[in-house]
């Protein structure tokens, strides 16, 4: 069956770094765009990075620009979130996302997500 895991959440002090992890399987991986979303308390989810499928084309929102990274191994079937010079509004849930191409409708599969706190 379908899964979408997150690991690698946790606590980390401000300025520090962390590294998400979504492993995938029951679906054609290579074939999904891969997107990173997160939701803070009392806020709207938001996506934070998105990597598209087969190419790999990267795209972030201005908040995290320059700070988070996502690489996507379509061997392992894992999508990865670097995130560096972490900030206290970077705390929230974290969340990845999947959604097929070359199908109608697609397809999106979620995973239950990985807590992120950023406080010193």
């Known amino acids: 069956q379908v899964q979408v895991v997150e690991s690698g959440g946790g606590l980390v002090q401000p300025g520090g770094s962390l590294r998400l992890s979504c492993e995938a399987s029951?679906?054609?991986?290579?074939?999904?765009?891969m997107t990173w979303h997160r939701q803070a308390p009392g806020k709207e989810r938001e996506v934070v990075a998105t990597i598209t499928a087969i190419t790999g084309v990267t795209n972030y929102p201005d908040s995290v620009k320059g700070r988070f990274t996502v690489s996507r191994d379509n061997v392992k079937n894992m999508v990865y979130l670097q995130m560096n010079s972490l900030k206290p509004e970077d705390t929230a849930v974290y969340y990845c996302?999947?959604?097929?191409?070359?199908?109608?409708?697609?397809?999106?599969?979620w995973g239950q997500g990985t807590q992120v706190t950023v406080s010193s």
């Open positions: 029951g679906f054609t991986f290579r074939t999904y765009h």
């Open positions: 996302n999947a959604r097929s191409t070359g199908i109608y409708p697609p397809r999106t599969y």
